[in-house]
């Protein structure tokens, strides 16, 4: 028996449908809905056509950005797979699809329906008990969680939500780790995001539970109205599937913003890029791939600018001999000064005084990021062997910064 097709919504506005093919095998089609404005687009990548889409194999990038991997993907498909036949990742996105990040939702109904359980963010960040919470959340919130990455991850809903947010889904994205490959992780996060706000990055909110074992993002994708953003990394504008994260350079990047994020935002939006790409290169973060770029925006037709740097890791701790994501310079060796002044030039057009500036902005921050990594340790003695070898890492990127 055929299963039936998946609609598509964009800002809550049902714009097409994804339907399996009859003629080719893993061949997934999306159909727009005759009259849908092209502010309603689904992806930048893909303006209003009456012409299928064709994936050729799996989901376009666009459906597949927030499908769920590692331990999510793993709950969800362990709970669902013996239920439905020849179990894939359009009946995956089937699941999570009435919560996602950005502004796409899909639903079997014809009618859009957002609701989830809430959660008191007190209670997590406050949590002190020896029953799993994680297990807890999972349960809760695995089926509304629309969310990509490796690491154990949920959206939920704050129950104290302001009064702005008019919606019904997720506020938060509630992360956390296996302590035995990554132990620290959630402060490693937290730490590196602390400094890269210092450096003038523009970031995602974060908080870090009590116990340490939970970091707390709010949602960036969220307009002051409550309404959600749309959001696409850099996979989606680079024509990638989610497996191809690991392609492409830096420079890569640049020429891809250059594409898509508006005029007016553009020169900003290369400042941020290029911020990021040096803080990413001295704390030792070898994680910052295609996903972990975005853009976002209100609509498909509105203005389009750099989304707020997210996933801000030191990787080198955990794996001593790691490389850099993407290339930098034709190389994925962790580049010294020349090669960083060279590629912030390149990016932004700034002269080499103001270039300068800018390492030493991100100096800045590693540095806050290291007075930050010393009162961790303060506090918690017993993270000593994490936070000293945090503190190595960021201060032998800091010798590679100045040279």
Do not use: W
């Not at 902005?361 to 009162?375: F, P, Y």
């Amino acid at each position: 028996m055929k299963k039936p097709a998946l609609n598509v919504f964009a800002d809550q506005v049902g714009v097409g449908a994804l339907t399996r093919s009859d003629v080719l095998e893993d061949t997934i089609l999306f159909d727009y809905r005759e009259g849908t404005a092209p502010e309603h687009a689904v992806s930048l990548t893909m303006p209003i056509r009456t012409d299928q889409y064709d994936s050729m194999a799996g989901l376009l990038p666009i459906f597949e950005m927030n499908l769920p991997e590692g331990a999510l993907k793993e709950r969800l498909t362990l709970q669902f797979a013996k239920t439905i036949p020849d179990f894939d990742d359009l009946d995956l996105l089937g699941i999570v699809g009435t919560s996602q990040i950005g502004r796409l939702r899909y639903s079997q109904q014809r009618e859009l329906k957002e609701t989830m359980p809430t959660q008191d963010l007190a209670e997590i960040l406050t949590y002190q008990g020896s029953a799993d919470l994680l297990a807890h959340l999972l349960d809760r919130f695995a089926t509304f969680s629309g969310v990509s990455g490796m690491q154990p991850k949920v959206l939920i809903r704050e129950a104290q939500a302001p009064d702005r947010i008019t919606h019904r889904g997720a506020t938060h994205i509630v992360k956390s780790f296996d302590a035995a490959e990554f132990p620290e992780l959630a402060a490693n996060e937290f730490i590196c995001t602390m400094g890269a706000a210092a450096a003038g990055i523009t970031t995602a909110q974060v908080r870090l539970s009590d116990n340490r074992n939970f970091l707390i993002v709010d949602r960036f994708d969220l307009a002051p109205d409550g309404r959600y953003l749309g959001v696409e990394d850099f996979c989606v504008l680079d024509g990638r599937r989610a497996h191809g994260r690991y392609d492409g350079s830096y420079e890569g990047i640049a020429r891809r913003m250059r594409s898509f994020v508006s005029p007016a935002a553009l020169a900003e939006a290369q400042e941020q890029y290029a911020l990021q790409v040096v803080y990413a290169c001295t704390i030792g973060n070898g994680d910052a791939h295609l996903k972990n770029f975005s853009v976002r925006y209100p609509h498909a037709e509105d203005r389009v600018e750099l989304a707020p740097a997210y996933d801000i890791v030191s990787t080198v701790p955990y794996i001593p001999r790691d490389s850099l994501a993407l290339t930098l310079g034709e190389s994925k060796e962790f580049p010294d000064r020349a090669r960083l002044i060279r590629f912030v030039r390149q990016v932004t057009g700034k002269t080499l005084p103001l270039a300068r500036a800018l390492l030493e902005q991100v100096a800045e921050g590693v540095e806050s990021a290291l007075r930050h990594t010393a009162d961790y340790r303060r506090r918690h003695p017993e993270a000593s062997h994490f936070t000293e070898r945090l503190s190595g890492v960021m201060h032998e990127g800091l010798q590679r910064l100045k040279g």
